[in-house]
């Protein structure tokens, strides 16, 4: 026989019973029996950060909690956080950024993010990357990641505000874009 | 006429369904009755088998079905690359479901297993019984070339394919050069690592048909996959979902031929997804090569010969080998006017993981090779790096490598000089061991696939009455904003605002099949596709305005929701009544456009010559390090990156590419280190293949030029694949000029470049 035991976890506010083995993981309890699929895995043993979820105020590896250690307790998954500002804010602000792309690390670097900032409402763009570092991204290289952090957290990224050396020509209709621009013989 | 919607950094259409966790990626998917499908694969590198025993997985309760190669209708299949015709053995290889009388590579598949829950599929495989009868593997493609090394896969000598360059003479270019520099490199694996990992969901639909909703790059395997099980093409269907990553190494088949057996069988659902172990073991990886190059320069530095030797590892089957080699033979001797070329490239197989395709698709590997070669050529002349290349870089009319005259601009110049002055004065370290230094690499990589592939692209349009339009076109969404980019590009042209146009990506059966999402060619070929879709339907549109206001229609634009005369702005149509005049007229308010590359032959012989690719995309990395002399530690503190577009359709986009192959190439060239001993990776994790993370990464710059002269719609070049090429070069380079050391393989790890600063400062005390 196996050794279930009945737990009960709030995801997003809404009760979840289900039962679990020991060796269940938070994350499978949150996928399978909750149905909470925003919720990523990405490497189920804590390397990437995908699965990252909002447990006691932190945000943490779900794959690295046990089902039974979340039992009566509350769990916010991306999903839970419909009218939240500052969440709201992040994810405009990962949107009009460019910081999503394939948009697979997107939940749990939204929610390392959301935790970082609501310790630190005032970081430096060094200490966003610590914050982030344990969130693996293929896609964008960080930097836009981090300037949306920084938008949501200041309004506007520091790298938007310092422009590149060396002058180039600027073309016209760019104004959306970050980058500097050149035109061909501009140099 | 000026762009209103390209041109623009707008979100891509998916951006808040990814940002609020609404995306169903392909392991979120499940269907009532579903089961959970599981490969069991080879713990030898190389073997023959000699019996597999599977009755007691069989009887496991909660098994559904076990499958082994003798429940395949076919088995073994001519690997493809999506060519219609045959085209000679050297491209083809072998294609097999799973192993069969033999053991190629440690993790081949063996057999198939569906069961009514994961735990149970894992009890199912410590079941299965396979005896083998362990051979001696090869393991280098060095070694694997030997006329004594065991053979390895269908071809005798072990060699998958072998290609040539041959352009003037090389004897008679190296008797005229003064200075010349040989070098020998060497490049190991990178994984995708993408951190979706290989998933999809099959089952068999009502009228038979086998439905796969699979993260794909490529919905044409459908062919391969009903090959397989020896069914019609048209009775397997794939559904791409949007894809959490792909680099190339969802461009081969991955779970899908696992998937349709497996539903096929139990007439059941069946989701199988990777575990992120399995997918570091066995899943296809960047080749790793060996390169020899020589190359010769007058002391004036012009470089009058180069001659190179590459040596991939094509792994235990041909895969796409064949076709990354011949990326990497054309792009061998880099983005360079040199007068005489010779090249040798060799495929060579090895008991070891598939290599496969992988972002660069060959040219990375080379471009280390040249570039360094470049930069130790400058060193040796005396000479500025940045003056060596402008002295040698093609320019619009020259010769490439392969023969073909290569017909528009190669600002690389512009590129790299603009690359290399934006890193400004230089700050030296104020601590004696920490070194500062620079590096400059250019580079070329193609966008679009072979000409001689005949490459097509087909995307539909249609109107609907309330003036919104919707999209259908088979291109697989891998986050670049594939699908998105073509949404703006029908804004664009009929004035539908962005929030008003619905794009379906990727139903092989109910969108027009667009090809791959590889090759850098979606923007370039499904981006042409619907731009003459949308051209056709402005054409008609503005027919029809023409008739009704009596004007010419050649005087009349789309512009903000209307049709309207270029000389009488009250004379208009607005968009809304006049696509309900033309369907109340019986007019056709839908296109299906399809856009053709550019068609070449294929090669008659391992020489390759003419054009091989529609276009090139270039660009140059300038980057700053500090190379800790004690540790061998690097850090990079400086990444410009600039790249010739043609146009930026959306710049966020672009520079999103950019940011994030520049990361990608760092990690390849300083980070990526994959430890494979005797045929068996020893770094199956993210905790022992280190990619970068936010902490190891400054921020790119990325400076981005439109020449406007690119083949894709209002002049855009393919941005996907080439800011991989170039970094790992300039990277080296830079470690070369702060701490005097050369290292001529990748990774540049601190324990290679600790060896080698302890051995320099060795030689500095015995002299």
């Not at chain 1, 046990?66 to 992040?90: C, H, S």
């Not at chain 2, 999809?200 to 099980?229: C, K, M, N, P």
């Amino acid at each position: 026989m196996k050794n279930y035991k009945l737990v009960t976890i709030f995801v997003n506010e809404r009760p979840v019973t289900a039962p679990v083995e020991p060796h269940e993981s938070l994350l499978d309890f949150l996928r399978h029996k909750a149905g909470a699929v925003e919720v990523k895995c990405g490497c189920n043993q804590g390397d990437c950060g995908t699965c990252t979820v909002l447990f006691k105020g932190k945000a943490v590896k779900s794959c690295l909690v046990l089902a039974l250690q979340a039992n009566e307790k509350d769990v916010r998954t991306i999903k839970g956080f419909t009218g939240d500002f500052l969440m709201g804010k992040l994810q405009e602000s990962f949107v009009r950024n460019g910081a999503v792309q394939c948009g697979f690390c997107t939940p749990g670097m939204l929610i390392s993010s959301y935790a970082f900032l609501q310790a630190d409402p005032q970081p430096t763009r060094e200490e966003i990357k610590t914050a982030i570092s344990g969130n693996l991204c293929r896609c964008t290289g960080y930097k836009k990641i981090i300037d949306a952090v920084e938008e949501a957290a200041f309004g506007e990224a520091s790298t938007k505000k310092a422009t590149s050396s060396g002058s180039p020509e600027i073309s016209e209709g760019q104004e959306e874009a970050k980058g500097t621009y050149l035109l061909l013989g501009g140099g | 006429m000026e762009l209103k919607v390209i041109g623009k950094g707008v979100p891509k259409y998916d951006a808040w369904g990814k940002v609020k966790g609404e995306i169903i990626y392909a392991d979120d998917f499940t269907m009532p009755g579903m089961l959970y499908g599981k490969v069991f694969r080879a713990s030898v590198p190389r073997a023959k088998i000699l019996s597999i025993d599977t009755s007691r997985a069989e009887k496991l309760p909660g098994v559904h079905a076990v499958i082994t190669h003798k429940d395949i209708p076919r088995n073994n299949l001519k690997a493809r690359f999506g060519q219609g015709s045959e085209i000679g053995a050297q491209f083809e290889g072998l294609y097999r479901v799973l192993a069969e009388g033999e053991v190629r590579y440690f993790g081949e598949p063996i057999a198939l297993i569906a069961a009514e829950a994961p735990e149970i599929t894992d009890k199912a495989c410590e079941l299965i019984d396979v005896q083998y009868e362990p051979l001696p593997g090869v393991f280098d493609p060095l070694e694997a070339m030997k006329p004594e090394a065991p053979q390895v896969g269908e071809k005798a000598n072990n060699i998958a394919s072998h290609f040539k360059i041959r352009k003037g003479n090389v004897e008679e270019g190296f008797a005229q050069a003064q200075v010349i520099v040989e070098g020998f490199y060497q490049v190991g694996y990178q994984d995708h690592a993408y951190l979706e990992l290989e998933s999809g969901v099959a089952w068999v639909d009502d009228d038979g048909t086998i439905v796969i909703r699979v993260s794909s790059q490529v919905i044409e395997h459908f062919r391969e996959v009903a090959e397989v099980l020896d069914l019609p093409h048209s009775k397997v269907r794939y559904i791409g979902t949007l894809i959490g990553g792909g680099f190339g190494g969802k461009e081969d088949i991955t779970v899908e031929s696992y998937l349709a057996l497996l539903a096929w069988k139990t007439r059941k659902p069946v989701k199988l997804t990777y575990t992120r172990k399995e997918s570091l073991l066995v899943h296809s990886k960047r080749h790793p090569y060996y390169m020899y190059y020589k190359t010769g320069a007058t002391r004036d530095g012009k470089i009058v010969a180069l001659e190179a030797r590459l040596i991939s590892d094509a792994g235990s089957y041909a895969a796409l080998s064949p076709w990354v080699l011949l990326y990497s033979t054309v792009d061998a001797a880099g983005p360079y006017n040199i007068p005489n070329i010779k090249v040798d490239s060799y495929a060579a197989m090895t008991n070891t993981p598939i290599t496969s395709a992988f972002r660069g698709f060959g040219a990375p590997q080379v471009n280390f090779a040249y570039e360094s070669q470049m930069n130790q050529l400058a060193q040796k002349l005396g000479m500025d790096p940045l003056e060596l290349r402008k002295k040698n870089l093609l320019k619009q009319g020259d010769y490439l490598a392969t023969g073909y005259v290569y017909d528009r601009p190669v600002p690389l110049d512009v590129l790299a000089e603009k690359a290399w002055k934006a890193l400004g004065p230089k700050e030296e370290s104020k601590k004696p061991h920490i070194k500062v230094g620079r590096g400059l690499a250019v580079g070329m990589c193609s966008y679009g696939r072979l000409t001689f592939l005949h490459d097509t692209s087909r995307s539909y349009l249609r109107l609907e009455l309330d003036g919104s339009a919707v999209i259908r076109c088979g291109v697989p969404d891998v986050g670049g904003g594939q699908g998105h980019i073509l949404t703006q590009i029908v804004s664009e042209e009929l004035g539908v605002p962005l929030d008003l146009i619905k794009i379906h990506v990727t139903d092989s059966q109910l969108t027009p099949l667009a090809g791959t999402t590889t090759a850098t060619r979606q923007l370039y070929m499904s981006g042409n596709a619907t731009l003459k879709a949308a051209r056709e339907l402005k054409k008609r549109m503005i027919a029809k305005t023409a008739q009704l206001l009596s004007v010419k229609e050649e005087d009349l634009v789309v512009d903000q929701g209307k049709v309207v005369s270029r000389n009488d702005p009250t004379k208009y149509v607005a968009l809304v009544p006049l696509i309900n005049r033309m369907s109340a007229d019986g007019e056709e308010l839908f296109v299906e456009a399809q856009f053709n590359a550019p068609f070449t032959d294929v090669p008659e012989s391992e020489i390759i010559e003419g054009r091989t690719h529609p276009d090139f995309t270039f660009g140059a990395y300038a980057v700053e390090v500090t190379v800790d002399e004690e540790t061998g530690k690097v850090d990079l503190k400086r990444i410009v990156a600039a790249f010739d577009v043609g146009k930026a359709l959306n710049p966020i986009l672009v520079e999103g590419q950019i940011e994030g192959g520049a990361v990608q190439g760092m990690g390849y060239a300083l980070m990526e280190d994959m430890v494979i001993k005797d045929g068996i990776i020893q770094t199956p994790s993210f905790a022992e293949y280190l990619i970068p993370t936010s902490k190891d990464v400054p921020d790119v710059e990325p400076l981005i030029m439109e020449s406007m002269t690119g083949l894709g719609p209002y002049g855009a070049k393919g941005i996907g694949e080439p800011p991989i090429v170039g970094i790992a070069p300039a990277i080296v380079d830079a470690i070369d000029d702060a701490c005097g050391v050369r290292i001529t393989s990748l990774p540049a790890t601190a324990e290679k470049i600790l060896m080698e600063v302890k051995n320099k400062n060795k030689e500095k005390r015995a002299s």
